[in-house]
């Protein structure tokens, strides 16, 4: 009977299961279990800046089949809500390690032939299971770690089937963990980030003119940049991403029009500015975001450009100048388009912010 070692990274904080760098896993089935194996399941915990997770030596843990992804018939593959801690006293057969060090929980299965004749006595192909890891707190109440989708075959793995992060035979090396440790990579978090027309600037040359116009009914008020259709113009915001990561950006869009029909194309382009750096320097190159008028007076949010690279050296701590531009050479808008505002996407950095 194969012997298998499967290393599963759980963001703690997030309560997701990562990849060994620490990006997000995804898909309906994480996890493939097949005929007559053993193995162990490898859990390295960590925390959202790459560190280990340092649970205590006295925490207990549980691991099972989610309930609410059962079968009717139990497969047994794995204990259900199996318990235990480092002392061994929950669970005396053995059947668990834990290496609070290196934020490690082991928990063994094995896909026997009773187990998986009694889960398919209907002779499926396949099921479909849910598993969880949780930290067991009698006070405040149990902590699922993670929980994430599994299915086990009914069928023995093929010759050279093995898959990519799989080691044997039984549970890991203090080599193993360490290198867990060391290639684990912070989990690279998403932040959005709104800026108002109101903290824009007109350029002075081929600007965009600033409005202010009051709605009829409910005396709402708009602030706008006004691009219209005879030419190319332009507005720029300034300002600063907090705990950026200096990478790519994108940006959405937010914008109206009293009338007309038709679509119109807003082009995004950035420079990070540093200390010392000449003010009086070209943005990187251009990314679009085109957007088909739906209703005059209501709110448009376009699609989001491809990524843009920021001109200069970028770094967290450094000024974003961003230019928005109507280009009305690839737009059929027929009417002033009125910039309300910009949406920003970026990466935050993997590290924390030094003080001053």
């Not at 499967?6 to 990006?23: C, K, Q």
């Not at 997770?53 to 992804?69: C, I, L, N, Q, Y």
């Not at 992060?165 to 080599?175: I, Q």
Request: proline share 5%; glycine share 8%; charged share 20%.
């Amino acid at each position: 009977m194969p012997r298998l070692q499967f290393h599963l990274y759980v963001n703690v904080e997030r309560r997701i299961l990562t990849d060994s760098a620490g990006d997000p896993l995804g898909g309906d089935r994480l996890q493939e279990f097949f005929r007559e194996e053993s193995g162990v399941l490898c859990f390295h915990c960590f925390r959202d800046d790459g560190a280990v997770w340092p649970f205590g030596v006295s925490d207990a843990f549980e691991f099972g089949t989610a309930r609410d992804w059962d079968q009717t018939t139990d497969p047994d593959v794995f204990s259900e809500d199996d318990q235990f801690n480092i002392a061994g006293d929950w669970d005396a057969a053995g059947f668990s390690q834990i290496n609070p060090a290196f934020g490690l929980i082991c928990c063994r299965y094995n896909t026997n032939t009773t187990a998986f004749n009694t889960a398919f006595s209907a002779n499926p192909e396949s099921l479909d299971a849910g598993l969880y890891l949780k930290l067991i707190d009698l006070t405040n109440g149990n902590v699922t770690l993670c929980q994430y989708p599994a299915t086990y075959r009914n069928i023995r793995r093929t010759a050279g089937g093995t898959p990519p992060g799989v080691e044997s035979p039984t549970y890991p090396t203090t080599v193993q963990m360490t290198a867990a440790v060391a290639t684990r990579a912070p989990l690279a978090a998403v932040r959005h980030v709104f800026w108002p027309a109101s903290s824009a600037v007109s350029r002075t040359t081929a600007g965009a003119a600033p409005g202010a116009v009051e709605l009829a009914t409910n005396d709402v008020m708009l602030g706008s940049y006004d691009f219209d259709t005879a030419a190319d113009e332009a507005v720029q915001f300034s300002g600063y991403l907090e705990h950026w990561g200096a990478s790519t950006i994108k940006v959405k869009p937010v914008w109206t029009a009293a009338s007309g029909t038709g679509t119109v194309c807003w082009s995004a382009s950035a420079r990070a500015l540093a200390n010392d750096d000449a003010l009086d320097q070209a943005f990187g190159t251009a990314q679009s975001s085109t957007d088909t008028l739906i209703t005059a007076n209501d709110e448009h949010v376009g699609p989001a450009t491809a990524a843009i690279t920021v001109a200069g050296t970028p770094a967290n701590g450094q000024r974003l100048q961003l230019q928005i531009l109507r280009d009305v050479s690839e737009d059929t808008l027929n009417a002033d388009a009125c910039l309300l505002g910009v949406w920003i996407e970026y990466t935050e950095a993997a590290t924390e912010e030094a003080a001053w």
